[in-house]
């Protein structure tokens, strides 16, 4: 089992879910507001040399818990959904998930998911 995160533009949430739901691959979804920078700390262009203090921009944080074999079924309808090509379209992290507890049967595991 495998936790996919993937932060995005929040602009691009409702496509994500709509194709992530066509798609058919999720067992479920959390989905929060973080704030996070990355290569341009923030900013479209950086002089080079030139020290800057990184802007925190909005962004929206999916994350999925999902069997080994659709992780790349779920990264290519992720990629599908919210590529635009422009700097800031969002990273994808992918982790292993050592167990999964359903709350209300106690079932562990892949029957959990
Ligand atoms: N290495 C990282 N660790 C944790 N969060 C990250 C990392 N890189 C990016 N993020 C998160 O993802 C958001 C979007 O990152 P972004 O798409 O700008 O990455 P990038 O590496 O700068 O790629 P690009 O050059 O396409 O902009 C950031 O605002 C931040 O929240
Ligand atoms: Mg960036």
Not at 7 to 13: G, M, P, V, Y
């Given at each position: 089992m495998k936790k996919i995160e993937a932060?995005?533009?929040?602009?691009?949430?409702e496509d994500l879910k709509v194709a992530i739901t066509s798609a058919g691959v999720a067992k479920g979804?959390?989905?929060s507001q973080v704030l996070g920078f990355g290569n341009q700390k923030g900013f479209a262009e950086i002089v080079r040399g030139h020290k800057v203090t990184p802007t925190m921009l909005a962004k929206?944080?999916?994350e999925m818990v999902v069997e080994d074999a659709t992780v790349d079924k779920v990264v290519?309808?992720?990629i599908s959904a919210v590529q635009t090509g422009?700097?800031?379209d969002g990273k994808i992290f992918i982790q292993p998930i050592?167990?999964?507890i359903r709350i209300r049967t106690g079932e562990r595991g892949h029957d959990a998911i």
């Open positions: 932060i995005i533009r929040t602009e691009k949430l979804m959390t989905i929206v944080k999916i290519d309808v992720i422009e700097v800031g050592e167990d999964v």
